[in-house]
């Protein structure tokens, strides 16, 4: 059974623009979360979706946003890039009756320039 | 809310020697917790987990870790260690409400580094 995948696994942006981070899911999860990882903060938790629904929120401001669809996969947003938004993107994807479980991605790199 | 603590940022031990990383954890309500375990360039592989049951947990490659309520601790430990063993290692904590319903966000610790001399 393939694993989580993430699409792309490095990304290069500039300041301002926007860029879509897109994650599938193992096949059967239901369920999707997103972490942002860099050095200085660590591991935060962005968003969680599921059945297409946003079901947990992090602290991130509105620039940072997700959607879901039909067949679970995921993507995630963020709009007027910041050199801050420099980090590895983790995406995890948890069963449904396992849902204690989450099953991680590669990342996404995005480096902002 | 829920916050994990681990202690110490970079363990170095011989390969062979015994391998401990401290975790404690802050939770108002039963915890669920991970250990995770980081690569370079990889995403987070899962090492173990506790959600209620023994308190003893192995896990994957010759881990375990043991739940102590009374310490609100989940120290993870391998006997031996092994080169391969080199990573950056992570505990994490996922609330449940008072039915036993995990939520969806883990938190994370801080992350410890491991490093092994041959």
């Known amino acids: 059974k393939a694993g989580v995948t993430q699409t792309p696994r490095y990304l290069i942006k500039t300041r301002g623009q926007q860029v879509t981070l897109s994650c599938s899911p193992i096949s059967g999860h239901r369920s999707v979360s997103w972490y942002q990882q860099t050095p200085g903060q660590g591991l935060q938790f962005l968003f969680e979706y599921f059945s297409e629904t946003q079901r947990n929120k992090g602290n991130f401001p509105g620039r940072f946003s997700g959607r879901q669809f039909s067949n679970s996969r995921s993507e995630m947003n963020v709009s007027t890039l910041e050199l801050g938004d420099s980090a590895l993107y983790l995406c995890?994807?948890?069963?449904?009756?396992?849902?204690?479980?989450?099953?991680f991605g590669a990342g996404t790199r995005l480096s902002v320039l | 809310a829920q916050s994990v603590t681990q202690l110490g940022s970079h363990v170095s031990v011989s390969e062979g020697a015994l391998v401990l990383l401290r975790c404690n954890y802050s939770s108002s309500v039963p915890p669920y917790l991970f250990w995770y375990v980081q690569y370079p360039n990889q995403g987070l592989q899962l090492l173990l987990k506790y959600t209620s049951a023994a308190t003893l947990v192995k896990g994957i490659n010759g881990f375990e870790a043991e739940f102590k309520k009374s310490e609100t601790s989940f120290h993870l430990t391998k006997p031996s260690a092994h080169m391969s063993d080199a990573a950056e290692y992570f505990c994490a904590v996922r609330a449940t409400n008072a039915g036993g319903t995990s939520y969806g966000k883990l938190t994370f610790g801080q992350g410890t580094i491991l490093t092994v001399h041959p």
């Open positions: 995890a994807s948890s069963p449904l009756l396992a849902k204690n479980i989450q099953y």
